[in-house]
């Protein structure tokens, strides 16, 4: 498995994914617009090159947000989600990001402890955030990335 730069040839399988992971999975049309704004976007590709996870960050100057990130059910609890995590983190460091913002379902407990492992610390509830398959509330989560370096990483 490697991480690599996530391109257009990618986003009919990391929209299969999201669709596999999510409950408001990305489409591909929305993948495309990340990459031509910009954002840092990478993929997990098995040896075959299949597609078996990814994570999409977007900087707002010094402050980043983490928008999606997700490994294949198959690939689940070995590590992957917290390197894709490390990778988008580090990321932001090396750009001089300060804060890594992120919004959790509150019933998202697998996603939840991955992030507090990686030292992220809830900010707030967002009420409703969610709307799909019901209403639901999101966590904010933030990383101060200047005082972090090295937190939890294997
Ligand atoms: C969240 C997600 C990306 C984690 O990926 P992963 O590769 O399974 O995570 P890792 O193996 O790197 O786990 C790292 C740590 O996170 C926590 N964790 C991950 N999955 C967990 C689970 N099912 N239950 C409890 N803790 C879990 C553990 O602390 C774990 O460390 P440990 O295995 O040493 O105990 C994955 O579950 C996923 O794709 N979920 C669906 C999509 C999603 O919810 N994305 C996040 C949206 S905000």
Known sequence: MQLAPMTR???TAVAD???????????????ADELI??????????ADGVVTGHVV?????????LMILGVARGHQRRGWGRRLLADAL???????????????????QPAIALYRKQGFLELHRRR???????PEDALVM???LASDAGHHSR
Do not use: I, S
């Open 90 to 108: 580090q990321t932001a460091r090396n750009r001089d990001g300060t804060r890594m913002l992120l919004e959790v379902r509150v019933t998202n």
């Open 57 to 65: 960050t977007r900087a707002l100057l010094d402050e980043w947000h």
């Open 37 to 46: 704004a910009g954002a840092h976007a990478r993929v997990l590709l098995a």
């Open 9 to 11: 040839t990618h986003l």
């Open 128 to 134: 409703n955030y969610y709307t799909c398959p019901r």
């Open 17 to 31: 994914l999201e669709f596999q992971l999510a409950p408001q999975p990305w489409t591909a049309a929305m993948l």
């Open 142 to 144: 933030a990383l101060e």
